[in-house]
């Protein structure tokens, strides 16, 4: 099975980069504005929402570890995305935050996992601007 690779340096603290991914408001700030994380904790799901909900994806939380670690496997939405597993992990460096995410178990490399991988690079650096200066600015509205 396939993987993707992220990592980028944040000038925030692990608690805001976490805030970034586990929160309604921190996922709106940069991924898309149709996002829904009820009750953020182990076991609970998340709904995000692409392209006015022609597109949506279900994350099962499987494990969390403020501020180190989170885990979602995506059990709805499009057929390449169904299985996969995002593994995000915020180590603490001088001056702020490391996050590292690995995108895993991608049944193969094609267009779909190009274009992804693509896209989770541009997102990277929204997701840091939005921990850094609390810029709002979502890749999908």
């Known amino acids: 099975m396939a ?15 976490y805030d970034s991914l586990m ?15 009820p009750k953020p904790g182990e076991g609970s799901k998340a709904e995000f929402g692409f392209h006015n909900r022609e597109v949506v994806f ?7 570890d403020r501020p180190n670690l989170i885990v ?21 460096i001088e001056g702020g935050s490391e996050l590292r995410l690995t995108h895993s178990k991608w049944k193969n490399t094609g267009k779909y996992f190009r274009m992804c991988n693509s896209t989770w690079g541009e997102l990277m650096y929204r997701l840091k601007a939005h ?8 890749l999908f509205t």
């Open 58 to 64: 279900e994350m099962k939380i499987d494990k969390l």
């Open 131 to 138: 921990a850094e200066k609390g810029d709002r600015n979502p």
């Open 72 to 92: 979602w496997n995506c059990v709805g939405g499009p057929k390449e995305w169904k299985g996969t597993r995002l593994k995000w992990e915020i180590s603490a």
């Open 3 to 17: 993987k993707m690779f992220h990592g980028i340096e944040i000038s925030a603290d692990q608690g805001k980069v």
């Open 23 to 37: 929160t309604e408001h921190g996922l709106r700030g940069w991924w898309t504005v149709d996002s829904s994380m």
